[in-house]
């Protein structure tokens, strides 16, 4: 019999709708009543928060790590349910630091236990399942919704509203759920992954846009407070003239800039040599976190930061698939 650690986080997937349509928190989690027709499996069950994910930060991330780091010596698996606005950011935060090798599934839910066509028992049982499956060990941390399998480094969510709203635009879904079986497509490239004792780094975020200035970032650069920046950059990562003179003083008051795309699709890579041009941007400094969007380029940065890696061993982690 496989013993299964859920941990429930709150989130869509624990409300409730009122009677005036209002989503809101419950004082209890319905998916603790939920009894589902599964192969003999033992689930140990805790309420470990009942947040709204918007509510959830990197000491609940840490939170978390620090009651799974050693989950496999009694555990042959791991569920969590969460809101889906932040599951991205702390999937990929469990998936950094961990390193187990059984499944460890997120799951949530865009409509809330009594809402019409409510997914969120489903996605659960459906989560239940993949974390049972034999085919699921060493992949990393997975995101199951919808009947599909998206490995935590990749995904993202792409719609508000729609259940159907994680994907991994750049690898595609990792595998898929039918009646009978677990499906996967693809084995992951290996990757790196640090313990984390603490999450003190204050790491903003920026999208640069069309006439960007530097103004802010030279504020920034004057900061005290700020431990390295995350620039959404244009295109493959470039910036304006103004945005690229900015980035320059926070590389000579030795801030870490570390440069995604803000597009929705496609990876971050220097290609153009002119001021503001991704060449330009890496010469001086900057480091291309490839494969990331902004949210998960902070945590990168951040579980980096607190490991105190060299500078060389930082940029090896960021630019990483």
């Known amino acids: 019999m496989k013993k299964i650690l859920v941990l429930h986080t709150g989130g869509t997937i624990a409300m409730h709708a009122a009677e005036d349509g209002d989503v809101e928190v419950g004082a209890e989690n319905p998916l603790n009543q939920a009894q589902f027709d599964l192969p003999a499996v033992d689930l140990d069950i805790e309420n470990i928060f009942n947040i709204p994910s918007e509510h959830i930060t990197p000491e609940h ?47 949530g839910a865009m409509r809330s236990s009594n809402e019409l066509g409510s997914d969120g028992l489903y996605n659960f049982q459906s989560a239940l399942r993949v974390a049972i499956d034999e085919e ?18 990749f995904v993202t969510k792409t719609h508000a509203t729609n259940v159907a709203t994680f994907a991994s635009p750049i690898s595609g879904p990792m595998g898929m759920i039918t009646k009978r079986q677990i499906i996967f497509f693809y084995d992951l490239p290996k990757t790196m992954t640090y313990p984390i004792a603490s999450v003190s780094k204050k790491i903003p975020v920026m999208k640069a846009y069309a006439g960007m200035d ?18 959404e950059a244009l295109g493959a990562g470039n910036l304006g003239e ?50 990331v969007n902004g949210q998960k380029a902070r945590l990168k940065l951040l579980i980096g930061l607190e490991n105190g890696l060299s500078a060389e061993a930082l940029t090896d982690f960021l630019h990483e698939f």
């Open 61 to 107: 991330m840490l939170t978390l790590y620090k009651r799974l780091k050693d989950a496999d010596k009694d555990y042959d698996g791991v569920v969590i349910t969460h809101g889906t606005d932040t599951l991205e950011e702390t999937s990929f935060f469990l998936d950094k630091t961990l390193g187990l090798s059984i499944p460890v599934v997120m799951t």
């Open 242 to 291: 103004d945005a690229a003179r900015g980035v320059q003083e926070l590389l000579d008051s030795d801030i870490p800039v570390v440069i995604v795309s803000r597009s929705f699709n496609g990876i971050a890579e220097p290609v153009y040599d002119y001021l503001g041009g991704g060449i330009q941007l890496e010469k001086s400094g900057a480091i291309f976190a490839r494969a």
């Open 136 to 153: 699921a060990a060493n992949r990393g941390v997975m995101v199951v919704l919808n009947d599909e399998i998206h490995a935590a480094r």
């Open 214 to 231: 530097g103004q802010i970032l030279s504020l920034f650069a004057e900061s005290e407070h700020i431990d390295g920046i995350i620039i």
